[in-house]
C-alpha cells in the first residue's frame, strides 16, 4: 500500500471537514500532531487509525475507530467536536471555547 504524505492526509481531513460540514481544530500546532499522527498510522496499518486511539489489532477490528470514527457525529453534536478535537461543529467553532477532554465512546460506553 502506498505511503501518505503530511500534505496528502491535509487533504484527507479537509475532505472529510467539508462532507460533514465540520470545522478542523483551529489551534494549528494541535492539527500538525494529529495530522503526523494519522499519516503515522496509515503507514504503519495500512488505515487512517484514530490518533487519539490505540489500535486492536487489525482493520476489522479498528473498523469503529476509523476516522472519521463511528462517534464523531454524536460527539459533534454532544460536545462540539470529536474524541481528538481533530473536528469541530461550526456552532463550537463559532462559541469560542476551547475543547475539553470527553469520554471515549468506544467500548460501549
Ligand atoms: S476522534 Fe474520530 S473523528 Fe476525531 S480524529 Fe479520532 S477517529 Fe477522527
Redesign the pocket.
Known sequence: MAEKSIEQTKRFTEMVAAKQGWILTKDPAFYDD?VTG?TTNWNRYGY?L????DSEGSREADAD?????A??KG?AETYGH??????WSPEFARSGKSPSGIPDRRGGS
Open positions: 494529529l494519522l487512517y484514530c490518533p487519539c486511539r475507530v476509523l476516522c472519521p470514527c462517534y464523531a460527539d470529536c474524541f481528538c478535537s481533530l473536528y
